[in-house]
């Protein structure tokens, strides 16, 4: 039961440039949160936002959440060649159902 | 160190021949998961334990076995793997469910011939 689909698949961007994924899901969410995974490695927590809230930041990165249209944004300003990974969003529903991943965003941020 | 571990990383089998993935944790954490993930098709659950002795069944449970009878550890079962269940396998933990970060250990590439 895929929730989350990422927006675009790839993404292709110059040291520097800003990077923007996108995330929709279906279904009314508890939290949304953002995961970053390098090259067959095992997934890392990035942000969470919950659904009460409509931006967060973190560093570099900026997440906003759109309730009324079931989208979030993760934005990762002045990229670095260290930010190419694959991103994920992954949402939950309140009472004890399980975490469900979209399929990713594979970022490649050229030197 | 906070940390997830599996083992084995990686694991060449044959069709029938049982194996367990171990997943250790040591952060005491109440929640567990297993994931399998597959090119196109991004993470899907396989279970998940929100303590010990309690387990569920998470998208893709078939073929697959677990138990938790501690809480730090959580092994994955493969009773009678099949080619099918060649894939990156990631065990992952949170404090609470999934409503929490989740900590990923660094994966568990097995194929089946």
């Known amino acids: 039961s895929q929730q989350g689909e990422e927006d675009p698949q790839a993404l292709s961007i110059q040291e520097g440039e800003n990077a923007t994924m996108n995330c929709s899901y279906k279904?009314?969410?508890?939290?949304l949160q953002w995961y970053r995974q390098n090259s067959g490695r095992g997934l890392v927590h990035l942000i969470l936002?919950?659904?009460?809230?409509r931006e967060k930041h973190s560093g570099r990165l900026r997440v906003t959440l759109d309730t009324s249209k079931k989208s979030s944004s993760l934005l990762i300003t002045a990229s670095r060649a260290a930010d190419t990974a694959s991103y994920f969003c992954?949402?939950?529903?309140?009472?004890?159902?399980?975490?469900?991943f979209g399929k990713g965003t594979r970022l490649s941020v050229i030197a | 160190e906070a940390q997830v571990t599996q083992n084995p990383r990686y694991l060449i089998t044959v069709t029938g021949k049982k194996l367990t993935v171990t997943c250790s944790q040591n952060?005491?954490?109440?929640?567990m998961s297993w994931y399998r993930q597959d090119p196109g098709l991004g993470l899907r659950q396989i279970y998940y334990?929100?303590?010990?002795?309690?387990?569920d069944k998470g998208d893709v449970p078939e073929g697959y076995k677990v138990s938790r009878k501690e809480k730090r550890n959580f092994p994955l079962i493969l009773e009678s793997p099949s080619p099918n269940q060649t894939s990156l396998y990631f065990c992952?933990?949170?404090?609470?469910?999934?409503?929490?970060?989740?900590?990923f250990g660094p994966g568990t590439r097995l194929t089946v011939t």
């Open positions: 992952a933990s949170s404090l609470r469910g999934a409503v929490r970060e989740q900590y």
């Open positions: 279904t009314s969410i508890n939290n």
């Open positions: 936002i919950r659904s009460n809230e």
């Open positions: 992954a949402t939950d529903k309140a009472g004890n159902t399980p975490l469900v």
């Open positions: 952060m005491n954490h109440e929640y």
């Open positions: 334990s929100m303590n010990v002795e309690v387990t």
